[in-house]
C-alpha cells in the first residue's frame, strides 16, 4: 500500500473534490477489503448480492419505511415480501416487518415475547449455541439468558431446556441453522413443549431460513422448524444471508399479528394521522424490502431450491476432501452449508493462521474451523482451499 493511500482522511475539504478524483481515492483505499469473487471468503454468512436485487435497490433508494404516509406502497410491498416470506414458513398469514438483520430480528422477538409474558426479571432459555444477538438482546431488554447445554448431535439438549423453564419464563429460543455448525435444534419438541407451557417460542432461523425449506425436494432429510409446528410464535429469516439480497435485510415474522402488536409504538405526528411503528428502527430502508419482494419474485422458489443444491453439492464435496486429509475431520455431518473442521493433533488456530497467510478467510471457534460455502464459492475454491489445507497439514507434520 502506498503512503498516500494509508494516509487517513479527516477533514471535510473546503472545497468540494471532483467525483472521478474521489472514485479514485476510494478505490485505492478500500483495496485492502477481501472481494467474495476472489473465492477466500469461507467464513461469511453474506453474499455478492443478485444483480437484479442490486439493480431494484439502487433504484428505490429514496423510500423510507418509517413514514409509511409518505410511502404507502412501499409499506404494502413489504407486507407482500412477509407473506411470500411466511408462505415460504408454513404461514401466509404471518405478521412482521422486513429488518435490518438478524440482530434486530432477534431483538424484536424477544421484545415481543417480554412485553406478552408481562413478568417481571423475566428468563429466556437458549441453547449455547445461539447466536450473540441474544446476548445483546437480553442486555437491553433487561432479560436473563439460560444458557443450556447441546446433546451429542450439538443441538439444544431439550430435557435440559424443560427442566430450566420457570415461573420467569419468558421465551424459549431454538436455532434453525445455528452460528457455529448450522446445526437445527430439534424445534419439533421445542413446540411440543413450549405449547405444554404455555411459553412463547422463538425460532432463529437467521441463515436456515432460505435452506431448510427446499430440503425435501432435493432429496436431503427435511427438517420441522416453521409455523406448521403450533408453538412456534416467531421466526427470523434473513434475505441478507441465503436470500442473495444486498445488506440490510432481515426478516422477523409473528404467527400472527397480535405478537407484533406487544410491541408498536403510536407516532402520533406523521402527515397520514397516528401511525404505529412495530420495529427498533424508526428510518428504515424501503429499498430492501422493494428488492427482497422483487428477487422471491424473480428467482422463485425453483431458484432459490438451485441455489440451495449447489451450495450443499459443494458442501459434500469439501467434506469428502476434508475427510481425505490425514489429521483432519469433520465436527459433524453438516445439516445446512457450514461445516465444521477439527483436528486431534493440530491446535486449530495454527491451521487458522496457516489458511489466514494464504489468504483464506474461515471463522475460528473454540476447538474447530467454520466453513460456509456461500452462493460466491466455486468448486475452484475449494479445491484450492483443499490443497492448501493438505500443504499446510504436511509442512505441520514435519
Ligand atoms: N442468527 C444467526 C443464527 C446468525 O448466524 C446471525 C449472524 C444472526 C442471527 C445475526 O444476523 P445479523 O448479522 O444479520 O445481525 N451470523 C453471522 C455470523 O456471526 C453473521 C456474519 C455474516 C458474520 C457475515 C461474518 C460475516 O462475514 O457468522
Not at 453474499?47 to 409518505?70: M, V
Not at 431439550?158 to 423453564?165: Q, S
Not at 428502527?281 to 431450491?305: D, F
Not at 476432501?321 to 445446512?336: A, E, H, M, S, Y
Request: glycine share 8%; charged share 25%; net charge positive.
Amino acid at each position: 500500500m502506498s503512503s498516500e493511500t494509508a494516509r487517513r482522511t479527516s477533514d471535510i475539504p473546503e472545497q468540494g473534490l471532483p467525483q472521478n478524483a474521489i472514485i479514485n481515492e476510494l478505490e485505492a483505499k478500500l483495496q485492502r477489503d477481501l472481494t467474495y469473487s476472489s473465492g477466500k471468503i469461507l467464513c461469511s454468512m453474506c453474499t455478492n448480492p443478485h444483480s437484479f436485487a442490486k439493480q431494484i435497490y439502487r433504484k428505490y433508494l429514496e423510500k423510507n419505511l418509517g413514514d409509511p404516509s409518505l410511502f404507502p406502497a412501499s409499506i404494502e410491498l413489504e407486507q407482500e415480501t412477509i407473506s411470500m416470506l411466511g408462505s415460504l414458513l408454513s404461514n401466509p398469514k404471518a405478521s412482521g416487518s422486513i429488518v435490518s438483520g438478524g440482530t434486530e430480528a432477534n431483538i424484536i422477538a424477544l421484545w415481543a415475547a417480554r412485553n406478552l409474558a408481562k413478568k417481571e426479571r423475566g428468563e429466556v432459555i437458549v441453547p449455547v449455541s445461539a447466536h450473540h444477538s441474544f446476548d445483546k438482546a437480553s442486555d437491553l431488554l433487561n432479560l436473563k439468558l439460560i444458557k443450556v447445554k447441546l446433546n451429542r448431535r450439538f443441538q439444544m439438549d431439550v430435557k435440559v431446556a424443560e427442566k430450566a423453564i420457570t415461573s420467569k419464563t419468558v421465551a424459549i429460543v431454538g436455532v434453525a441453522g445455528s452460528t457455529g455448525l448450522g446445526v437445527v435444534d430439534s424445534i419439533r419438541e421445542l413446540s411440543e413443549i413450549a405449547s405444554a407451557h404455555n411459553i412463547y417460542l422463538h425460532v432463529d432461523a437467521a441463515f436456515g431460513g432460505f435452506v431448510l425449506p427446499f430440503l425435501k425436494e432435493l432429496g436431503y432429510k427435511p427438517l420441522d422448524f416453521d409455523f406448521r409446528l403450533p408453538g412456534v410464535c416467531s421466526i427470523t429469516i434473513d434475505p441478507h444471508k441465503m436470500g442473495l439480497a444486498p445488506i440490510p435485510a432481515g426478516g422477523i415474522l409473528f404467527r400472527d399479528a397480535k405478537m407484533s402488536e406487544a410491541i408498536s409504538m403510536k407516532v402520533p405526528y406523521l402527515t397520514g394521522g397516528e401511525m404505529k411503528q412495530s420495529t427498533l428502527l424508526g428510518t428504515r430502508s424501503g429499498a430492501s424490502a422493494v428488492a427482497v419482494w422483487a428477487l422471491l419474485r424473480h428467482l422463485g422458489r425453483a431458484g432459490y431450491a438451485a441455489v440451495v443444491k449447489r451450495c450443499l453439492g459443494l458442501t459434500w464435496k469439501l467434506v469428502e476432501g476434508i475427510q481425505r486429509i490425514d489429521g483432519l475431520d469433520i465436527v459433524t455431518k453438516p445439516t445446512l452449508n457450514v461445516v465444521g473442521i477439527k483436528s486431534e493433533r493440530i491446535d486449530v488456530r495454527v491451521i487458522f493462521q496457516e489458511l489466514r497467510k494464504r489468504g483464506w478467510a474461515v471463522s475460528l471457534f473454540l476447538d474447530y474451523l467454520r466453513v460456509v460455502i456461500m452462493p460466491h464459492t466455486e468448486p475452484s475454491h475449494i479445491k484450492r482451499f483443499l490443497e492448501d489445507l493438505q500443504r499446510i497439514l504436511e509442512n505441520l507434520r514435519t
